[in-house]
């Protein structure tokens, strides 16, 4: 995303003295964040939260894109892959 943990730590409240070890932490998965941090790592970083779990490049990519539709476009997905 270009920016650094240390950055992305500031930018969400973390003591800058310890956000670049407090976000590997986060990203290495020795902690987990809680969902406060995660809201606000989601907005920082204009994402879902949801795109946190996603487990492939393919699922983080569709949640990023599911989320910019507007609700019309959410049922209209929905509707087109129920139909499969």
Do not use: W
């Amino acid at each position: 995303m270009k920016i650094s943990q240390k950055d992305l730590g500031i930018k969400i409240g973390i003591d800058p003295g310890s956000a670049s070890g407090r976000m590997n932490h986060y990203e290495t998965g020795r902690h987990m964040p809680d969902i406060a941090i995660l809201k606000k790592m989601a907005t920082e970083l204009n994402v879902p939260v949801n795109y946190f779990f996603c487990e492939s490049e393919e699922s983080a990519t569709l949640a990023c894109l599911i989320d910019k539709l507007d609700e019309n476009g959410k049922r209209k997905l929905i509707q087109l892959l129920q139909a499969k």
